[in-house]
């Protein structure tokens, strides 16, 4: 469901940001999470668009 893959990438989200600051220098660390939150919010994008791709598609083919 839904709300299970989102809080599996909470998690993951959560595993990485410790890996990063235990691993690099706070510059270093800085430069990564900004990046990751970047491609956090891509990804987040992606996935409302596969919801609403996936909705449309639902009630096309229910339709016909």
């Not at 998690?11 to 430069?31: C, E, G």
Request: one cysteine or more; charged letters at 30%; hydrophobic letters at 35%.
């Amino acid at each position: 469901s839904e709300m299970c893959i989102r809080d599996r990438v909470g998690l993951n989200y959560n595993q990485v940001v410790k890996a990063i600051h235990h691993n690099y220098d706070a510059a270093s660390a800085t430069r990564m999470l900004w990046r990751l939150e970047q491609e956090t919010r891509k990804m987040t994008e992606l996935q409302q668009q596969i919801l609403t791709l996936a909705e449309e598609f639902g009630k096309r083919w229910s339709d016909e």
